[in-house]
């Protein structure tokens, strides 16, 4: 049985809970007055977190979660969580749904969207071998109905295989990173590359002491790779040959975090903790953070987020434009003992300006589970929820989406009849973007999936873009007249 509860003005949050309740609701409140917002409850009598979400060319999105029973160790997240995958659109409507639990004799966590291809729309997770406990990467390819049409399995029997983080690079192939042991200090690093076949190219074992779970980025303007862990950057060239290592100055007070942002060809953000001394007698300060840093990972900014006499550590950040950089995290949380905590999104740009601060929470343990910048301007968030009283001695979270109804005050286009004027066009298309205004003096601008500038040109009326030498999948593009934007969209190359 399915219900759904509709809710109009200020809403409380629930605390029955159902074998399956999606509840939307309108939220007013720690948000300026002419923000929509919209949230979706999803909630089952066991625990469940979001992993993953993305958007796709149809103007739809997919979701990835877990679902299952507390785990206490590694090995018991295959075993304990299953895989739930939703399709939804913009203002959280949910048409498909996929429950994956196992391929083959290995079980299945899926991690995150990779690229569109032939086969399908791919993701990369990881699979543990039900009897010898191997762990490899695992591909896998739904089509638009979420239905699995494909699956592959990487990686050799007496080696771990433990992925962590994965990028679509700039020339079509994919780069994953991990390590070769569950346990830190064990085991060494890991870089993987395939082409856009699939075919190996190279697999690189870095003899570095396993210190955490690494993160990759690639800087294209200097045809460099930068394998992140904790305070250290290991910079690789283009053949996946080290080069140097630099590390994150300690004098600044800030921990690193995973997460790492590409804006330029030369330049990314990358999150952090901020710590300061306490007074004696007082908590430490913890406040979020995040670091500008430049291609050989010295930081030229860092900018703190957070209310004082609280502890505010960083979840995420996401953005289209550095224009408007969505930052979230999760205020004072508590385990032992539990109690209640909140979730913080603050709306901010490259230079660490507040412009706007939103949060949820209290009446229970909330938490940061993920975040997305949508492609015409506002965000979706995921927070979990574990009421505590209710079930104090069992973690079953449910999911709560919150997301801006597709637009918001920062940057949303004003539908004028220039906007409807202007086409773009095929879309998806191959080698050939045809744009049609009927006006002169425009600007336009075409992201890639990091918010980098791959290709922009000014045009007056109508011209075609040669986009031949990028890769197959989705883009931003943006058209512009002075400083006002025009028109803004999604727009897909075939491979």
Same mark, same amino acid.
């Given at each position: ?12 949050g ?10 939307? =609701? ?66 959280? /409507? ?7 639990d ?10 995150? =969207? ?10 990369? @997770? ?5 009897d ?35 990028i ?8 994953f ?18 082409n ?20 990759i980025?690639?800087?294209p303007g200097?045809d ?32 690193p ?15 952090g ?16 953070? =995040? ?6 990972? /010295? ?15 960083p979840?995420k950040?996401?953005?289209?434009t550095?224009?408007?950089?969505y ?9 032992n ?18 412009l ?11 938490? =940061?589970s ?6 015409? @301007? ?21 999911? /709560? ?5 597709? @637009? ?44 980098k ?25 943006e ?17």
């Amino acid at each position: 049985m399915v219900i759904i509860i509709i809710f109009t003005g200020n809403a409380a949050g629930m605390n029955n809970k159902l074998f399956f309740l999606l509840a939307f =609701f309108v939220l007013g409140y720690f948000s300026v007055l002419s923000q929509t917002l919209t949230q979706k409850w999803i909630s089952t009598s066991q625990d469940e977190s979001m992993e993953s979400m993305t958007y796709l060319y149809h103007d739809f999105l997919i979701l990835v979660s877990y679902r299952g029973y507390e785990a206490s160790t590694y090995q018991e997240q295959f075993t304990n969580y299953s895989n739930v995958l939703y399709k939804s659109d913009f203002n959280l /409507s949910f048409s498909d749904s996929l429950f994956i639990d196992e391929i083959d004799n290995y079980d299945v966590l899926v991690r995150s =969207f990779l690229r569109v291809d032939n086969t399908g729309i791919m993701y990369w @997770g990881k699979a543990l071998e039900k009897d010898t406990q191997d762990e490899q990467l695992c591909l896998l390819w739904f089509d638009e109905d979420l239905t699995l049409v494909d699956n592959l399995l990487l990686g050799s029997p007496d080696t771990l295989e433990v992925i962590s983080d994965a990028i679509l690079c700039t020339n079509g192939n994919l780069l994953f990173v991990g390590a070769t042991n569950f346990e830190a200090l064990q085991g060494n690093y890991i870089l993987w590359e395939f082409n856009e076949n699939l075919n190996q190219i190279k697999k690189v074992i870095l003899e570095e002491t396993v210190e955490g779970s690494p993160a990759i980025l690639e800087i294209p303007g200097t045809d460099k790779y930068h394998f992140i862990v904790g305070f250290n950057t290991f910079q690789f060239d283009s053949e996946l040959n080290y080069d140097t290592t630099y590390v994150f100055p300690s004098d600044i007070s800030i921990h690193p975090q995973p997460q790492n942002k590409l804006f330029s060809d030369f330049d990314y953000i990358k999150t952090g903790l901020y710590l300061s001394a306490p007074i004696p007698g007082s908590p430490w300060e913890m406040d979020m953070a =995040f670091s500008v840093m430049d291609e050989n990972a /010295s930081v030229v900014n860092t900018y703190t987020f957070g209310i004082p006499d609280s502890t505010d550590s960083p979840g995420k950040l996401d953005f289209i434009t550095t224009d408007s950089i969505y930052f979230a995290g999760t205020r004072n949380i508590s385990l032992n003992p539990v109690e209640d905590s909140w979730v913080s999104l603050y709306t901010t740009n490259l230079q660490g300006e507040v412009l706007d601060h939103q949060f949820w929470g209290g009446g229970g343990q909330y938490n =940061f589970s993920d975040l997305l910048a949508l492609p015409e @301007g506002g965000f979706l968030l995921a927070i979990t929820k574990w009421d505590y009283e209710t079930n104090p001695d069992t973690v079953t979270r449910d999911i /709560s989406l919150v997301t801006e109804n597709y @637009g918001n005050p920062v940057t949303k286009v004003a539908e004028t009849e220039i906007n409807k004027n202007i086409s773009v066009y095929p879309n998806p298309g191959n080698d050939i973007i045809h744009l049609s205004a009927g006006v002169n003096g425009l600007h336009f601008k075409l992201f890639d999936t990091n918010s980098k500038v791959v290709i922009e040109n000014n045009f007056s009326s109508e011209t075609t873009v040669n986009i031949s030498q990028l890769s197959g999948g989705i883009y931003i593009y943006e058209i512009s007249q002075g400083n006002k934007i025009l028109k803004r969209g999604k727009w897909v190359k075939q491979f």
